[in-house]
Each structure stands twice: as C-alpha cells, then as structure tokens.
C-alpha cells in the first residue's frame, strides 16, 4: 500500500522490512490455554483499552512513501476485523476436538495478513480440547517484533492468577555464563589464545553460515525435502512439556547450561526419529538455525520502558541466527545419551567466541543498503530454506496467569510462514518447558518427533541417576 499524503508516520526497521516482504512473510501464533470455559463478552473492551495501547504497530498499517521506504502508518482499527470465533460441530468429546484444534491451527498459520489492517488477530475457540476448557491464539505478524517482544505485549495483558497485584517474576537468565573456573585470566599466553580463538571461530563461523545460506543444502532426509513453497502448505502440532527440575538435574550431571540441554534432546529425539523413518539418515548432514536474542540485557521490562529509544530491553526484532550441525547418531549412542548435551554444549561454547553473528548481521546491512530489503529477505530465506529447521525459546513466568479472570493453565507458541519442513519452539512456564514441534503435514509425523524427543529426555534423565 502507498503513501499518498503527508502523514504521521514511523520508519519500519531493516529486520521488520526483511519479515514483511515478496520473499518471506513469518507470524507467530501464541496459544493460551484456560482452565475454564472462555467467557468473550469483555473482548472488545479489552483489546481496546489494554491491548492497543501497548505499542502503535498494533495500530498501524505498513505502507511505502514516495522514496519507496515503508512506514508504519497509524489507522483507525475495526476490531471485528480483528477477532475471530470459530464455529465447530456441537456436543463432541475434547478428543474429538483435538482434530479440530490442529486442522484450526495449520489453516490459520498458512493465511497470509491483509495488508490493508494492523497485522495481528484474535483467535478465541470455545470448545474443550483434552488439554484445557478454551483457547485463546494470539496470531501476531513478525515485523511487529521478535518472540521476546511479543512475550512482553502479551504479559501485559495478564496478571498473577493468585494475586493481580504482584507482578509475575521469571527464571534468572544469564547472559554469557563463564567456563573458567580458575579465575587465571591474566597472563598474556592466555589471553593471546583467547584472542585467537574468537578469530578463528569467527572466521569459520561466518564463512559456513555464508555458504550455507548461499548455496549448500542439508542432504534429504525424513525432516528435510528441499522442496519449494514449503510455506504455504499445512502444519500439523505437537506438544509436550519437561519439568524444569529434571531438565536441571542433567544439566548439573554433565556442567551445561539449560539451554545446551535442551538442545541435546532436542537434537538427540530428531536423529532417532530420522533413524527410525529411515534407516542411516541418522548419520545425514542437517543444520539447525538457533535463533539468539541478541539484547545486551534479557529481562522482560514493562511495554512503555521497551519501547523508549535508551531502552534495555528494546522492542522490536533482536536477533540472529546460528548454524549449529546437528550431532550425528554414532552406533553406540545409547551407551551414553548424555553426549548429546556434552555436544551441544561444545557447540554453543564455540559459538560463544565466535563474532560470526554479528558479521552476518553487518552483511545483511551491506546486502539492504546496495541491492535493498528485498534482496536481503530472499537472503534470510534462502537460510532458512537451505537448513533442516529452527529452534527458537522464550522465556515465560514462574507463576500462574490469568486473563480476565481466566487461568491459564498452559502456553506454547509457534512459528509460520517459514520455507522449512520443521520447526521447534520452547517456552518455560510454572515450572515446566513446553515444547512444541512444528512439521510439514504429510512429510513430517509431528507426534512420532514429539514422543522421540520425549524418548530422549526419559533415556538422558534415566542416564543421571
């Protein structure tokens, strides 16, 4: 859409631009779980009076001025445009739904914005499922701003189910956790290693992410066809959730970081499932993209902070992708499940020291500034294509929500749009990480992947005790 007169309006940042574009259209989907039957009757007023005040974008259309540089254009919103209640057959049991549910998901997820509107909606289903009494999906355009921003909107919408008027805390997070244990950072031999390493990792790091979003494909396996319009065809989801405590009692086994352990049984529960759907492919070259927030600082601030110019927390899309190998399955891996973790565990501690990131990033600029957004997005979709999939984690609250005085007694969100066959989301919440596996319908079995990355967790946690 054009902009055909002077107006009021809000450049859209690079990343935004790439998000939105002829190459490559991603939204994120937040599903909220309630324990009880959702009573609508208060929607409007609350999108209204507490949802649209969090951030202008979710007022506001995308359009080009005469420069041909998009701009966020501030519009008067037709809330009914924006919610959508479903209607299923009555009197079914919630397994029965269950299908509903999924088939509801996949064809929201392949549905493209209408540019002509803000880019988010509100999907409210009020049929039981065999999880919960109703749902709620918030179905939010990328461009709006990454998963960690999103995550702040739509806390602001909740409260504390036990006490509205204590805020909601979260998990410690940090930022770049340290492997030395001997505190002897001083003499020159070692930092001349240190300086070398982040060089040569940086050089290795950047140029295999280049070729790989260039020109070189995983091999085709059970979770990667290469084929393409992968975006615009059905999903199936599955879910499963961890106990945060358990996931913590390997992490202390083998000195890792939460993270590296849910990577290695993410990583291990993939390669038996394609071991499984095809004998060898457990050994296959497959890549992940690892999605890193790149904010100097990860605590969720309040909406009107993260959206101020000095910002620590800012709003918006922060981040960058890593190519992480997935570890193949060797003949004797079941002897030792925990390598998996140690693996990942080298892996991301390599990427630690690597400033192959921040190039990418910087190549990207290059890349918008000589040939324009276009061309940058088809670069970022070529990454993605040319890998097997992604994995991406939020960070959620310890305690219980509630959203108008309806609990919430679960939350995952996912990822659509992308030209991948699969993907995997994670968000931890009371406890417990929800994790849920995105899969091409058809190609990929979703909840034959969820029970093997369950079959992974059980043999890790079997293998610390």
């Known amino acids: 859409m054009e902009l055909k007169e002077a107006e009021e309006t809000e450049p859209v940042s690079p990343s935004g631009q790439y998000l939105n574009s002829s190459a490559l259209s991603l939204s994120v989907l937040g599903v909220l779980e309630s324990e009880i039957p959702i009573d609508d009757s208060q929607c409007f007023s609350l999108l209204k009076d507490i949802f649209l005040p969090i951030n202008p974008r979710f007022s506001s259309i995308m359009v080009v001025d005469e420069n041909g540089e998009k701009q966020w254009k501030r519009v008067e919103v037709k809330l009914r445009n924006h919610v959508k209640v479903p209607i299923f057959p009555s009197g079914l049991s919630p397994e029965a739904y269950d299908k509903y549910f999924d088939d509801y998901i996949s064809e929201i997820g392949m ?76 003499n020159i031999f070692s930092n001349m290693y240190k300086t070398f390493s982040v060089v040569s990792e940086t050089v290795s790091d950047f140029c295999w992410s280049f070729v790989k979003s260039a020109w070189l494909q995983d091999d085709r396996t059970p979770i990667y066809s290469g084929d393409d319009g992968i975006e615009f065809r059905p999903v199936s989801v599955a879910t499963t959730a961890f106990s945060l405590d ?23 529960g993939t390669r038996l499932y394609m071991q499984e759907m095809r004998q060898g492919s457990g050994k296959a070259n497959s890549t992940t993209l690892v999605l890193l927030n790149t904010r100097a600082f ?20 922060y981040f960058a992708f890593l190519h992480v190998s997935i570890p193949k399955l060797a003949d004797d891996w079941s002897s030792n499940p925990l390598d998996f973790v140690v693996k990942a565990r080298q892996i991301m501690n390599a990427k630690k020291n690597s400033l192959g990131a921040y190039l990418t990033g910087r190549l990207l600029e290059i890349v918008r500034k000589f ?43 996912v990822v659509t749009g992308a030209p991948q066959s699969l993907s995997v ?7 417990k990480l929800r994790i849920a596996v995105v899969g091409e319908d058809g190609f990929i079995d979703s909840h ?7 079959n992974a967790f059980e043999m890790m946690l079997n293998a610390t005790s």
């Not at 009107?304 to 620590?312: E, L, N, R, Y």
């Not at 276009?374 to 984690?393: C, H, P, Q, V």
């Not at 034959?448 to 369950?454: A, G």
């Open 425 to 431: 989301t994670i968000v931890s919440y009371m406890g």
């Open 111 to 186: 549905e493209l914005f209408p540019q002509s509107q803000p880019l988010w909606e509100v999907h409210i289903i009020k049929y039981p499922k065999s999880h919960a009494a109703g749902f709620l999906i918030f179905k939010l355009h990328h461009s709006l701003g990454d998963g960690f921003s999103l995550m702040g909107a739509l806390l602001s919408c909740l409260q504390r189910a036990d006490d509205p008027s204590v805020p909601l805390t979260f998990p410690s997070v940090n930022r770049f956790p340290s492997n030395n244990k001997d505190g002897n950072n001083s």
């Open 298 to 317: 990860r605590s969720y601030e309040s909406v009107k902070d993260m959206v101020k110019p000095d910002a620590k927390s800012p709003w918006g899309n």
């Open 448 to 454: 034959k992947l969820k029970s093997s990355i369950e």
């Open 246 to 268: 358990q996931i913590k009692q390997i992490k202390t086994k083998v000195d890792a970081t939460v993270n590296d352990v849910i990577a290695g049984i993410i990583f291990l």
């Open 371 to 413: 040939r324009g957004p276009e061309a940058a997005a088809r670069y970022i979709r070529s990454t993605l294509k040319n890998s097997s999939m992604t994995i991406t984690n939020v960070i959620g609250p310890v305690e219980k929500m509630a959203l108008n005085n309806h609990p919430c007694k679960g939350l995952y969100f």
